[in-house]
């Protein structure tokens, strides 16, 4: 072969050759689009023939899991169907519709005896392979950060804590997986109403509280179709901040929040400027569910009164304590020195920081998971970038 050969008759080489085998073989050639979610192999396995061995096969050889992967679009990150591995490919009720063909029958007598009449309606979008379109959309409006997007309640990473933490975060992940199965009975009906609906995670920062919150949000969203809605405490404070200037009620904002199935209230008590009207409708958005039963999940850094952060992991400040020149009186200034970096949340409790009403609420109603001395991922990160660079 000519290595002087050019582009456009290399491809058209190549061209010929396809269609020389499909000449041959008497089928045209598939070409499958790129699978994203690492399902290709069961669903090509879908695509041929079934005969009765297929059908026989066993819950524990099929994969049924969801073909759903995370895109990058020019607006962010999504969830998607995975173009290769939709089950709309291969569904041979609606032949790739999602419509239903509806097929009533109905029987008449006459003098000549009985007959049926057959009618058939279409139900739009309501055959089973528009399932994961569904989900899809469910997770996508429940606007879940990019950085927990992948986040999977059964593959939490616990190799960097010791056998005491592996242990305790092993106990935090069944707990939670519980509650969101008494959660989804709950909803629809079918569990004791008097079961705790609302989950509170308290600990220190970085132990994977919100990673946890979130990976419970996608479980019930994903296995049993709820509706849920992830939202940060300081950005909700934010939003209402604008709806107060605009001098709007903040209805619109809140009407999802107090209806869906699911929230999460992401660094709860978080915030220093926040006035008199944004807590009150922080108060009337938890009050709301807290009415309506609506399961609610709740992380932290503030602790109920009777826990405290052990005095070993609050950060002080180390600066040494200077003369100020400019001090009237002419003496040390001693207000900062050894004292708390910061955060309020290591010496103010969440009663302190959201009131009364609120806490009362929360603590009457809530499960707790407690991630005290679970120690930052982030800060082992960094340590190890540290660690890394300080050998250079």
Known sequence: MSSSRSFEEIFSSLQNLIELRENEEGAPVTRMPKCFCGKSDYYMSQSRELDDEADDLSEQQQDDSEPIYVESTPNGFRYAVCPACNPRLQCRLCEGTGHRVLKEVHVFESGEGEFEHITENISP???????????????NNAEIPCKYMEADIHSFQIDHLNDFQKKKMSDNIQKMILFCTHSASLIKGTKDPSHKYFMTLTGPVGSGKTLLATAALKLLIMDH????????FQFLLNQLKAEYEQKRSGETLFKQLRDVDILIIDEFGKGRNENEWQLEKLDDLVNSRYNSKKITIITTNYLPQTFKYDEKEIPIRTHKIKNDYWNPLGKPDTSSANTPVNETFWTQSLLERVGARMYERIIEVSEFIDFMNIPSYRKILGKSFLDLYNKK
């Open 125 to 139: 979008n309501t055959c089973a392979c528009t399932h994961t379109e569904r989900i899809v959309e469910l997770l």
């Open 225 to 232: 179709g709820l509706s849920g809605r992830f939202v940060d």
